[in-house]
């Protein structure tokens, strides 16, 4: 098995992203939000170009506040598609943004996206990809995965060894807790 620990602390791009989010929990809206628009946007290119992108990214979906994003239209969507600094696939954006609209109509169903998730927890992987391929656009397996992974809710992001895991394991990640 090929681990993200072996080739990412040290690498000015990912060794960041590894050591200090990556399995790490979070419950923030927008960093739930744009941890979910990166995975989509990598579907099919590597981590490193996302993680190249993200501040552009960032930028260009004025800091993935689900309102904001939800409220896009069309002009919106143009200015995405000639927008150089981001990956610029439109099914990818489309899906972001409806993404967004689900997410609002979280507050109201649940209290928003951290207490859908947690209300969820826990499921097997499987079961997490049913659930967001029936609630989400663009949520293959692999999407999912990393997204839940990334999160806190799905264990793998780091071998055992890794002295990231031991930092992870003190904050007690959702993958860790007693149901």
């Given at each position: 098995?090929?681990?993200?620990?072996?080739s990412a602390?040290?690498?000015p791009?990912?060794?960041?992203y590894?050591?200090?989010e990556y399995?790490?929990?979070?419950?923030?809206?927008?960093?739930l939000?744009?941890?979910?628009?990166?995975?989509?946007?990598?579907?099919?290119?590597?981590?490193?170009?996302?993680l190249?992108?993200?501040?552009?990214?960032?930028?260009?979906?004025h800091g993935?506040?689900?309102?904001?994003v939800?409220?896009?239209g069309?002009?919106?969507?143009?200015r995405?598609?000639?927008?150089a600094?981001?990956i610029?696939?439109?099914l990818?954006?489309?899906?972001i943004?409806?993404?967004?609209k689900?997410?609002?109509?979280?507050?109201?169903?649940h209290?928003?996206?951290?207490?859908?998730?947690?209300a969820?927890?826990?499921l097997?992987?499987e079961?997490?990809?049913?659930?967001?391929?029936?609630?989400?656009?663009?949520?293959g397996?692999?999407?999912?995965?990393?997204?839940l992974?990334?999160?806190?809710?799905?264990?793998?992001a780091h071998?055992?060894?890794?002295p990231v895991a031991?930092k992870?394991?003190?904050?007690k990640?959702?993958?860790m807790?007693?149901?």
């Amino acid at each position: 098995m090929s681990w993200y620990c072996d080739s990412a602390p040290g690498h000015p791009v990912h060794g960041p992203y590894h050591d200090t989010e990556y399995g790490f929990p979070a419950s923030d809206e927008d960093v739930l939000f744009e941890r979910l628009a990166l995975e989509i946007m990598q579907a099919g290119l590597s981590w490193e170009i996302v993680l190249k992108k993200r501040d552009g990214l960032f930028k260009a979906f004025h800091g993935f506040k689900a309102d904001r994003v939800a409220r896009y239209g069309d002009q919106d969507t143009q200015r995405l598609l000639a927008d150089a600094g981001i990956i610029r696939n439109r099914l990818k954006i489309a899906a972001i943004i409806e993404n967004a609209k689900r997410i609002r109509a979280m507050r109201k169903s649940h209290g928003g996206f951290s207490a859908w998730i947690e209300a969820h927890h826990p499921l097997s992987k499987e079961e997490w990809v049913k659930l967001f391929k029936k609630t989400f656009l663009f949520t293959g397996g692999e999407v999912v995965n990393e997204f839940l992974m990334s999160l806190g809710y799905l264990p793998g992001a780091h071998k055992p060894t890794c002295p990231v895991a031991k930092k992870i394991a003190k904050r007690k990640p959702a993958w860790m807790r007693e149901v």
